[in-house]
């Protein structure tokens, strides 16, 4: 009976990720909290982040979800940008590994790795993928998977300048402060 128990246990740890509420719980993003300090070390050019909504993808190499997010953040890199819409995808991996991975899959956004200050680690993140929206002052406005993320939410994202609520798309949950 223990090893079943032990069993179940571990197949809901792996499968859990899975499902973005079960991943909202497991990582520790707070909506309306302010974007934690963290000393991000860009391999690409760092983005201008002033006024900016950011979108910050978390991501890694070996993670399937992850990659085939990819081609989407490069979409909403371009169509957004000029509208200002900052991503920046940032890994645990050491520079080396992101760079070599970089030249067989090319993210057009900003992509970083995580320095002194973690925000992996300040904010919780224990599963893969995961994605913040950080409004202009700093605050963090949604969360959740990356799969998830639409163009509407975007937009309205983009087009939010006070504490308006916007509904998530597929789930029904808000982004108001919890």
């Given at each position: 009976m223990?090893?079943?128990l032990?069993?179940?246990?571990g197949?809901?740890?792996?499968?859990?990720?899975?499902?973005?509420?079960?991943?909202?719980?497991?990582?520790?993003v707070?909506?309306?909290?302010?974007?934690?300090?963290?000393?991000?070390?860009?391999?690409?050019?760092?983005?201008?982040?002033a006024d900016?909504?950011?979108l910050?993808?978390?991501?890694?190499?070996?993670?399937?979800?992850?990659?085939?997010?990819?081609p989407?953040?490069?979409?909403?890199?371009?169509?957004?940008?000029r509208k200002?819409?900052?991503?920046?995808?940032?890994?645990?991996?050491s520079?080396?590994?992101v760079?070599?991975?970089?030249?067989?899959?090319p993210m057009?956004?900003?992509?970083?790795?995580?320095?002194g200050?973690?925000?992996?680690k300040?904010?919780?993140?224990?599963?893969?993928?995961?994605?913040?929206?950080?409004?202009?002052?700093?605050?963090?406005?949604?969360?959740?998977?990356?799969?998830?993320?639409?163009?509407?939410?975007?937009g309205?994202?983009?087009g939010?300048?006070?504490d308006?609520?916007?509904?998530?798309?597929?789930?029904?949950?808000?982004?108001?402060?919890?």
């Amino acid at each position: 009976m223990k090893k079943l128990l032990i069993s179940l246990c571990g197949t809901f740890l792996l499968v859990a990720p899975s499902f973005a509420g079960i991943t909202d719980f497991i990582n520790g993003v707070k909506v309306g909290a302010q974007l934690p300090a963290n000393d991000l070390q860009y391999l690409s050019p760092p983005p201008n982040l002033a006024d900016k909504l950011v979108l910050v993808d978390f991501w890694a190499t070996w993670c399937a979800p992850c990659v085939e997010s990819i081609p989407k953040l490069n979409s909403w890199h371009e169509r957004y940008e000029r509208k200002g819409l900052v991503v920046v995808g940032v890994s645990q991996e050491s520079k080396e590994v992101v760079q070599k991975f970089l030249v067989k899959v090319p993210m057009h956004y900003a992509h970083a790795v995580e320095g002194g200050k973690s925000l992996h680690k300040a904010l919780r993140i224990r599963s893969l993928p995961y994605a913040i929206f950080v409004d202009r002052t700093g605050k963090i406005v949604w969360r959740g998977q990356p799969s998830a993320i639409t163009d509407d939410l975007i937009g309205s994202l983009l087009g939010r300048h006070d504490d308006a609520i916007v509904v998530l798309p597929h789930t029904g949950r808000s982004t108001a402060h919890e």
